[in-house]
């Protein structure tokens, strides 16, 4: 009787051990698909290089506005949709109000950018293109200097870490909030 309990014993642990792993695992694999892998540096320069000519005009067209800060952001398009130019909002985002978009060029950029980026912004000194973002502290993506000078926090706010690309003037550049307020 006495091996009987303890093979018993042996089998509950042994099931108890083998639900719970399946449950961590089910949940691992559940934040890994919810959270999109964060680009590095090597990922952001293919970016740049595959992207080139729209990241290009995008930037053509914000330097050519008169306004210090700008913001586009790519509409939401529902899972296994698609992204068409009437999806896409025709206004440019100011700090007090909206221009309409009507640049073709642009209109072709964002386009052929918003599945990639999320936010395009002109601020300070870069004009930024967020291409990972993590529930709004933390970002990544490459940065265009308006100035010829290193991006900073005029433009990119919570700045953490920035490097140049091959390109002159284009940087990958990561923001952190969190980081960045614990740094100051």
């Known amino acids: 009787m006495k091996n009987v309990f303890k093979y018993s ?10 639900v719970t792993s399946v449950i961590i695992l089910f949940f691992v694999a559940l934040g890994l698909m919810l959270v999109p892998p964060r680009p590095e540096r090597r990922q952001a320069e293919q970016f740049l290089q595959n992207n080139k000519e729209h990241l290009f005009a ?5 330097l050519s506005l008169e306004f210090d800060s700008v913001v586009i952001g790519r509409p939401f398009v529902p899972r296994g949709g698609s992204y068409d130019m009437n999806a896409i909002e025709k206004f440019v985002g100011l700090e007090n109000g909206r221009i309409p978009l009507e640049d073709e060029a642009m209109l072709d950029a964002l386009y052929h950018l918003f599945p990639s980026v999320s936010v395009i912004s002109k601020s300070g000194n870069s004009i930024s293109f967020m291409t990972w973002s993590h529930i709004r502290d933390r970002g990544r993506g490459i940065a265009y200097s308006i100035d010829g ?3 900073d926090n005029s433009g990119l706010t919570f700045l953490t870490h920035i490097e140049p690309l ?3 003037g284009w940087y990958f550049y990561i923001e952190d909030f969190n980081e960045y307020r614990r740094s100051r």
């Open 166 to 168: 091959s390109e002159e």
């Open 149 to 151: 000078n290193t991006p």
């Open 9 to 18: 014993l042996v089998a509950v642990i042994v099931a108890v051990i083998s």
């Open 58 to 62: 995008a930037r053509d067209y914000l």
